[in-house]
């Protein structure tokens, strides 16, 4: 059996295990294009012609400047119509840029902005309080501190693209962050995605390691994040065929100019504080994707918060042949071709 074949029957096996599962679980992977390309069809999808266009941002949350980094095709123009609007969030461990902007000379595309800016959006991210560009308070970052941010830099996105809701992607815990805000702001939420998300974390190998490091985590608002960590993220779930080698080493490349320290809050959280989203209280349609081999997540973790969201437009994901970074991985077009399709659902209407 080829790679293709062998990848095509896993592909459908997954299929198979999720919708005989009767949790009304969508795979979000079956229509309106071909699958393993990676290509919509036009009724998926109307791709705006042009070059990518880019422009930095800063918010303020109190003394401290957010980055902001914003990407569509064309510059903004005076009377056109406003394109949806979709916010990514990072995780904890890289900044806004090298998680969702980054460049691999030779390897295609890793932007995941510019994947999304050619299908149609206008696409936003932002550093947060102590990563990259943006400033420090000095505290460590949690996941509260991310809603704040968040908060923060929200006024801007709607003033710029005259959009007064915004679709949210958000990985790790990003998605925390992410669906804390939906939580705290629901008016402000059209869309969610979760991505490598953690509910509880009971079960999940990464998790466990992590609060074996708890009373260091809680001593210190900063934790070690150098190369050898890096190249860690990419080999910690015990699948590191999904990645090229050559993404850690691009990643490293930008990263270790912020240098080789990071806030240590989302980890912290991560490890004592969980569950700290109760599903219950996300209004907005969510979609949730959980690589095959994630170690941040077990599907019961995932299936327990998935079956308490109230909103009926909902989907579980499982992207086979992928580990906890999704966006980083080789099969990586499955993620966009998963994003794209669930952004683009028609809205649903009672008959």
Not at 8 to 30: D, H, M, N, P, T
Not at 56 to 82: Q, S
Not at 211 to 216: K, N, P, T, V
Request: net charge positive; charged share 25%.
């Amino acid at each position: 059996m080829s790679e293709t074949d062998d990848f095509k029957s896993r592909l459908l096996l997954r299929r198979a295990v999720l919708q005989g599962a009767g949790l009304g679980i969508g795979l979000g992977l079956g229509a309106g294009g071909d699958l393993l390309s990676g290509i919509m069809t036009p009724a998926a999808a109307a791709h705006p012609a042009g070059d990518i266009w880019s422009s930095e941002y800063w918010a303020k949350k109190g003394d401290v400047r957010l980055n902001l980094w914003r990407k569509r095709i064309g510059a903004p123009a005076a009377g056109e119509t406003p394109r949806p609007v979709l916010f990514l969030v990072h995780g904890s461990s890289n900044s806004a840029r090298s998680s969702y902007d980054l460049r691999v000379p030779g390897k295609g595309e890793y932007s995941l902005m510019n994947v999304l800016a050619r299908y149609g959006y206008d696409v936003w991210t932002m550093d947060h309080d102590g990563y990259g560009y943006s400033g420090s308070s000095g505290n460590n970052s949690d996941i509260a501190s991310g809603v704040e941010d968040i908060k923060a830099a929200i006024p801007i996105v709607m003033k710029e693209t005259g959009q007064q809701k915004t679709h949210f992607y958000g990985t790790s815990s990003g998605g925390i962050r992410a669906a804390a805000f939906a939580q705290t702001s629901p008016e402000r939420v059209g869309r969610l995605i979760l991505s490598a998300f953690t509910y509880k974390g009971d079960g999940a190998a990464e998790i466990g390691r992590r609060r074996a490091h708890i009373d260091e985590l809680r001593a210190n608002p900063r934790r070690k994040r150098d190369a050898a960590m890096i190249r860690s993220i990419f080999t910690r779930d015990g699948y590191a065929a999904s990645y090229d080698p050559a993404v850690a080493e691009a990643i490293i490349a930008e990263e270790m100019k912020f240098g080789d320290r990071i806030p240590s809050g989302t980890y912290l959280d991560m490890a004592a504080n969980l569950p700290i989203v109760d599903p219950k209280k996300i209004r907005s349609p969510v979609l949730m994707l959980r690589g095959e081999f994630d170690g941040n997540s077990t599907n019961d973790d995932l299936l327990d918060f998935y079956r308490q969201l109230p909103n009926g437009d909902r989907q579980f994901v499982i992207l086979p042949l992928t580990a906890h970074a999704v966006g980083y991985g080789i099969n990586r077009r499955l993620l966009h071709y998963a994003m794209h399709n669930f952004l683009a659902a028609p809205a649903p209407t009672a008959a």
